[in-house]
Nanobody, 119 residues
């Protein structure tokens, strides 16, 4: 079983910064892709950014130039550095990890962390 531990959300003023962290744990784990999704009230969950095992990244247009996704050296952690935050970035952010564990593919979600940007 894969477990994800998220941290780093909170309340920040317009234009401020936050860094989200997500660490995956489990036996016989080989992680392929890691990413961050967000869901604002009344809206569908959307992919914000993701990163492959080869560190190829993707960003949704609305965060390009402001957010940076990265993976830890051990590759079982993923981070999202969020700068120049806007009120429209307010949402619950979820970490998503996919890979192989004991020969079986998996996809796991974190519990979510609230990010609130105040004006």
């Amino acid at each position: 079983q894969v477990q994800l531990a998220e941290s780093g959300g909170g309340l920040v003023q317009l234009g401020g910064s936050l860094r989200l962290s997500c660490a995956a744990s489990g036996s016989a784990l080989s992680i392929r892709g890691m990413g961050w999704y967000r869901q604002a009230p009344g809206k569908e969950r959307e992919l914000v950014a993701d990163i492959t095992s080869g560190r190829t990244t993707y960003y949704v247009d609305s965060v390009k130039g402001r957010f940076t996704i990265s993976r830890g050296n051990a590759k079982n952690a993923v981070y999202l550095q969020m700068n120049s935050l806007k009120t429209e970035d307010t949402a619950v952010y979820y970490c998503y990890v996919e890979g192989v564990q004991a020969g079986l593919t998996f996809g796991s979600w974190g519990q979510g962390t609230q990010v609130t940007v105040s004006s």
